[in-house]
């Protein structure tokens, strides 16, 4: 069964440096998503992307995050300066209009930890 | 602005007793999709059942029930039979939009526990 992968599954970086994570989308679905959940806290939306551009995004999702589709298979999130609150498990989401649901489908997210 | 409510931050069940996890939701979307997403320690979300806010029939897979009051705004899920696999948090979620492919707004989760 197709799956949604992110790479790396954990990532330690320092404050105020630059962090890229990555996602591998179910390869014909073509809505993409990324959302956070900080340590013991509910899941947050962050941004959606469809047709090469960003959808919505929340309020969280300010100048510091950028998120890309570089290659056609790829969709990374970039977080230029990082900050000791975006400390958090970062999920990757993809979707289609297929079928009933329009189900989102989840990866198994990358924990990010800033020091 | 939507918004969903779970109250019930802890919950214990015996092996194969019924649970049911609550879920309340606010929207002034007429058209709106309700899921339950499991996230046991290992932090994946795990998807488990669907109800669409135009679906007559409350949504069921294998264990996994939904108890959908529309005029109540209650989209509790039931899980039969419980199993020590069960023990998980568990999260609500909805979208605005019967089918669209707009973002989830989830609750805050209710952790589960299931006891021998």
């Known amino acids: 069964e197709p799956e949604v992968t992110q790479t790396p599954s954990h990532q330690v970086t320092q404050m105020g440096q630059e962090v890229i994570l990555r996602c591998v989308p179910i390869s014909n679905h073509l809505y993409f998503y990324w959302y956070r959940q900080i340590l013991g806290q509910k899941v947050e939306f962050l941004v959606s992307f469809y047709n090469n551009e960003i959808s919505e995004k929340s309020e969280i999702f300010d100048d510091q995050f950028s998120v890309e589709r570089p290659d056609g298979s790829n969709f990374t999130l970039k977080i230029r300066s990082t900050k000791l609150e975006d400390s958090a498990m970062y999920f990757c989401?993809?979707?289609?209009?297929?079928?009933?649901?329009?189900?989102?489908?989840f990866g198994p997210g990358t924990r990010l930890t800033v020091t | 602005a939507q918004k969903i409510t779970q109250t019930q931050p802890g919950m214990f069940v015996q092996e194969k007793e019924a649970v049911t996890l609550d879920c309340t939701y606010d929207t002034s979307d007429p058209s709106y999709g309700l899921f339950w997403y499991k996230q046991p320690s290992s932090g994946e979300m795990i998807f488990l059942i669907y109800?669409?806010?135009?679906?007559?029939q409350n949504a069921t897979e294998g264990r996994y029930s939904l108890n959908f009051q529309k005029a109540r705004k209650s989209a509790n899920l039931v899980i039969s039979a419980s199993q020590l696999g069960d023990s998980a948090m568990y999260f609500c979620a909805m979208r605005e939009g019967e089918y669209t492919a707009s973002k989830l707004t989830f609750g805050t989760g209710t952790r589960l526990q299931v006891t021998l």
């Open positions: 989401a993809s979707g289609d209009l297929a079928g009933a649901r329009y189900e989102q489908y």
């Open positions: 109800q669409g806010s135009y679906d007559q």
